[in-house]
């Protein structure tokens, strides 16, 4: 494992050392250094907790500051927070308009989200629950409960963090950011694993001229292991499944996420999205935003993912609101 | 033995400890065919901790034992198994609520108690690939030692081999949930990890009351 | 060679096209899109033109944008823009207030921004020259004009933007631009080598538990190549030598970049950063900016860099203002 | 030969192109000890665009045939070695002005106007193993052969020679430029890869000259 650490053990907590070091727009609650909040709550604001396991920067706690998120519970590499956690997050980040629990589909947080907000509730907090899945790989047209969150609830956070800026209410909040959360899709392609570092092996082999389609954030089996094709194929067979789930007509306007698992560089995310552009141009859809960069990762994971939003008239002015995190800037136009 | 006081049965997390501890590696391998390998990790972390809460706490009774080692695993491991033995804990020491000693009838409601509130929580139903088709077995294999008068230790014993038996027969089930769920067909003929992680509670509770009746 | 790509040949130009895609902002001179330059000029204003080889990104042409630099030549991977490429990029930049060349010590850019210089005065384009070298690694005190250019060029693409835009002339964003020089002192370390899509092979060998201290961003040699020790460790043994050459006293400010070679994911550049902090605590040195990503690149190299910039009262305004690019964004305070 | 004509002369280019084509890999691998490994693909690139260039020129005088071999090089390969043979074949142009034949001593002030341009641009001194440690030698020994009235082949066949003792020579010298000068001591006992470069010119010139001398 060749990795800049000291005592694996260590790895979130010093990492988060480093990041309250770095950014004093960020602190934390209840003295537990994992349960990371904004250090500046807006008063009658809907709050916006996320969280979910270590090992993907930025996601989750990145995405923490004006016009996006307001906590995360910080896991471990790859493990959900824990309720207590969540929970603490939760009654700071809580300021009377209530909060909405925003993260991605894995058992392991789902069952600690669940019982946060149950605890929650006891407080008199009212908790809402919106819940990514994005991941077109990881389950068929039907099944889309079961699939997995990935590098898509990006624009989830988008939406929600500036329907709540408006000082929308919960409930309208939770509206708009289903609705994205319905109309945004993504696949991934890896190759190469990543090492946990507690575990200090990779998780899974992958043949030198090999990809893997579809593969998951932690490595999880996607759709077809195959050699490596020139990237304008790859790209190809990615978009076309993302566009069979979103039946595009002429004039159609998108917001497009291209995400580096961690490994691969910037330049080879470039010339990805020349390809997309292209097959996007093809299929009459305008491009309305694009990012381009490191947004969920795997660590030293290489490959990267493609996700689309397919935007109404209600969804992008939240797109394109203004952000700044410590991880993530945007200037409105 | 027909009971056990609470200050013995304190006893057992010490054992659990050192034994996930031991599958550590094993398990990390288990969780890597079709998971993230962190389950070794994760039980290793989430049984110490229940060791040290339990060991800190001064004679407590036995559903605050089952309670304690529950809110510790919870804090410490998070993750999908995790947070399911948290809450089997949990959900067990209830049923143990006010009991002085554990006898087979206690043994029996506090897995049957365990089995549920882990299927509630993971939402997951028998035949599903989850640790719940080896809990459900173990829970109602103590039942029926209980209505036979079984010892604790026989009671145990008869359990250990129900939940091997039905970690064995997991093989033939298809993961429907969790990341395992991805693999679909690839994830038969492989013992579910979190089924693993249930016979080895089954196995330690059978060597602690062996180990208790062999003196 | 598993990279994401078509022809290799067409590794640049085809990162360009998406560019030019994504980012409206920007466009090319001259119908060479490796002629890169801002699409909204100002009006006489002095412009920054760099350059220099692919394979870097965000450097060199990531900074191009508002209240940074007005263009950059585009080199193939690790190799320089031509001379006429610079020229162009010089003609569509020049406002009448002059130019500024700023790019890193590589014989090859040297000579290159040279004759375009000469070019440009035959056309009565002012130019004046800032040459970053900034890797102490790479020659000793005394002997700093043979040190090259790496991720420092950022503070001074910063300050020579912000002087730029403050309509300040020519000399004077010359001026302030050689202070930065001057003041900055970077230290790398590498883990892996990395592939020219042209060449198809890494261009050396490193053993499977080693670094090499100081190595440049082309896989030029370090100062030590020996067992990977943990990151504790390494960070002191990077600031041990840009501590001694900026004899700090107490209360000295500094801007920190923390800059990822590429492959190494951002939780270990905080892991790293966290150590830096402690040891300038240890100095008595407040950091009063930090950037912590990847700024200056070997595409997926494995390692990152400490950049240090010892701040002053017309320094540190100058770093702290606003920009926006494509590829960079910060909000001023 | 005493004289050849400009047409003839053009007859360099396609072979330099060649050449340096059939060279590409042992570039790349002279210029991956001590440098980033380009200088094959540079050199390649370089000498296929001039070769293109003086190809797609009617009847081109010798001035402008290395005018625009020099402009097209700087054009196609502007790394260190691309720039400085650019610079090199831009003032050879400016020696050759005027001249409508090839002899010794235009080859001579060709080669002197050549290493002038590349050290001046480099700002290289002898001695510091570069490119330079090869050209000088070349244009000395091409002055010395003008001087004895050799015929071009003789000259060209000293030069060559010359060139090899030359490259040999740079062994023994510690890099002072470039990526090479980071490797210090280390660069010692490795042959210079620029200067290599100016060996292998030097070598086709001559094979070129043989090859119409043999007719
Ligand atoms: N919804 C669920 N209900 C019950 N058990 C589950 C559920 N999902 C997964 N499991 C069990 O969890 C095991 C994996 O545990 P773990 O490694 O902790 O998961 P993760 O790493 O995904 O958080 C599986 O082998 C299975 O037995
Ligand atoms: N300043 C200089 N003057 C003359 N020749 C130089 C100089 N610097 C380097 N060289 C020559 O250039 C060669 C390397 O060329 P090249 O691979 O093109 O460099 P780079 O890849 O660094 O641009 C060296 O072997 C040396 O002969
Ligand atoms: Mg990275
Ligand atoms: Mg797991
Ligand atoms: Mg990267
Ligand atoms: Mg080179």
């Known amino acids: 494992m060749k990795k800049f650490l000291n005592n694996p053990e260590d790895f979130v907590d010093e990492m988060l050392e480093g990041i309250y070091r770095a950014h004093p727009e960020v602190t934390f609650a209840d003295g537990d250094m994992r349960c990371f909040v904004t250090a500046n709550p807006v008063p009658g604001k809907v709050g916006i907790v996320t969280g979910g396991g270590s090992g993907h920067l930025p996601l989750f706690l990145g995405y923490v500051g004006k016009n996006m998120l307001d906590g995360a519970g910080v896991g471990g590499v790859f493990q959900s927070p824990s309720s207590d956690q969540l929970l603490s997050v939760t009654k700071y980040v809580d300021q009377g308009a209530g909060v909405l629990y925003l993260y991605g589909n894995y058992t392991g947080d789902i069952m600690n989200f669940d019982m946060a907000g149950e605890l929650a509730e006891l407080d008199d907090i009212e908790t809402a629950t919106v819940v990514g899945n994005d991941d077109v790989a990881s389950s068929v047209v039907g099944e889309e409960h079961k699939r997995r969150g990935v590098a898509g609830i990006f624009f989830l956070y988008k939406v929600a963090g500036a329907a709540a800026a408006q000082m929308k209410p919960l409930a309208e909040v939770k509206r708009l950011t289903e609705k994205a959360k319905d109309r945004v899709r993504t696949m991934g392609v890896a190759l190469s694993p990543c090492i946990v570092p507690e575990v200090g092996k990779p998780s899974f082999q992958i043949g030198d001229d090999e990809m893997e389609i579809g593969m998951g954030i932690h490595g999880e089996p996607g759709i077809t292991r195959k050699a490596l094709e020139p990237v304008d194929a790859v790209v190809k067979e990615m978009a076309d499944r993302i566009f069979a789930e979103q039946s595009y007509v002429d004039g159609d306007e998108v917001a497009v996420l291209m995400n580096g698992l961690g490994g691969t560089p910037l330049e080879e995310l470039y010339i990805a999205y020349r390809r997309l552009g292209q097959l996007l141009d093809d299929e009459g859809v305008t491009i309305r935003h694009v990012w381009l960069g490191e947004f969920a990762t795997s660590m030293e994971m290489a490959g990267f993912s493609i996700s689309i939003l397919k935007l109404d008239d209600e969804l992008e002015p939240l797109i394109a609101a203004e952000v700044d995190t410590p991880f993530f800037k945007h200037f409105a136009g | ?215």
Not at chain 2, 66 to 82: E, L, N, V
Not at chain 2, 150 to 170: G, P, Y
Not at chain 2, 206 to 214: E, P, R, S, T, Y
């Open chain 2, 1 to 215: 033995m027909q009971t056990l006081d609470a200050k013995t049965v304190a006893g057992l997390f010490p054992r659990l400890a050192a034994r996930f501890e031991a599958e550590r590696d094993a398990l990390i391998e288990l969780d890597s065919k079709v998971g993230d390998s962190d389950l070794g990790l994760t039980m290793a972390k989430a049984f110490r901790a229940a060791s040290e809460a339990v060991g800190a706490l001064d004679a407590p009774d036995l559903s605050t034992q089952m309670k304690t080692a529950g809110a510790a695993i919870a804090k410490a491991a998070p993750s999908t198994m995790g947070t399911l033995m948290a809450t089997g804990f949990l959900r067990g020491s209830k049923a143990l609520d006010g009991a002085a000693a554990l006898d087979v009838a206690g043994l029996a409601a506090f897995w049957d108690a365990y089995a549920n509130g882990v299927a509630m929580r993971g939402k997951a139903a028998l035949g599903d690939k989850t640790v719940l088709d080896v809990l459900d077995p173990i829970a109602r294999r103590c039942e029926a030692e209980a209505g036979k008068g079984a010892s604790l230790e026989e009671a145990c014993a008869a359990a250990a081999k129900a939940a091997a038996d039905a970690l064995e027969a997991t093989r033939d089930l298809v993961a429907q949930h969790g990341k395992a769920a991805a693999f679909q067909e690839k994830s038969r003929g492989l013992q579910d990890a979190g089924g693993t992680v249930a016979c080895i509670l089954a196995d330690e509770f059978n060597g602690f009351m062996q180990a208790l009746a062999a003196g």
